[in-house]
């Protein structure tokens, strides 16, 4: 089993800068994809970023040039946020998705972290 945890979520001002991470503890082992996703008050849940156990590294539009999905020490991922703009606000989630047998595909959700712009 795997467990996902967001984390680093608050308040920001627009154009600051906040780093989440995303922590995934249990049988993470393997090949796999981190995506981050991004829920707006009363929108559906859409995709900010992905990066992959070889390092490929993929952003919505809107995060292209602001936002950097990146690995930091075993099992710990972040998303470094900068020129935050308004619509940044929402839950943003850590998604896990085990690319190794016998649970390929099996995705893994975190309960997420609110991040909030305001000045």
């Known amino acids: 089993q795997v467990t996902v945890v967001e984390s680093g979520g608050g308040l920001v001002e627009p154009g600051g800068s906040l780093r989440l991470s995303c922590e995934v503890s249990?049988?993470?082992?393997?090949?796999?994809?981190i995506r981050w996703h991004r829920q707006a008050p009363g929108k559906e849940r859409e995709f900010v970023a992905f990066?992959?156990?070889?390092?490929?590294r993929e952003y919505a539009d809107a995060a292209k040039g602001r936002f950097t999905i990146s690995r930091g020490a075993r099992n710990l991922w972040y998303l470094q946020m900068n020129k935050v703009k308004w619509g940044a606000t929402g839950v943003y989630y850590c998604?896990?998705?085990?690319?190794?047998?016998?649970?390929?595909?099996?995705?893994?959700w975190g309960r997420g972290t609110q991040v909030t712009v305001s000045s």
């Open positions: 998604e896990y998705e085990s690319r190794t047998i016998p649970t390929y595909g099996k995705e893994f």
């Open positions: 249990g049988d993470a082992s393997g090949v796999y994809v």
């Open positions: 990066i992959g156990t070889g390092g490929t």
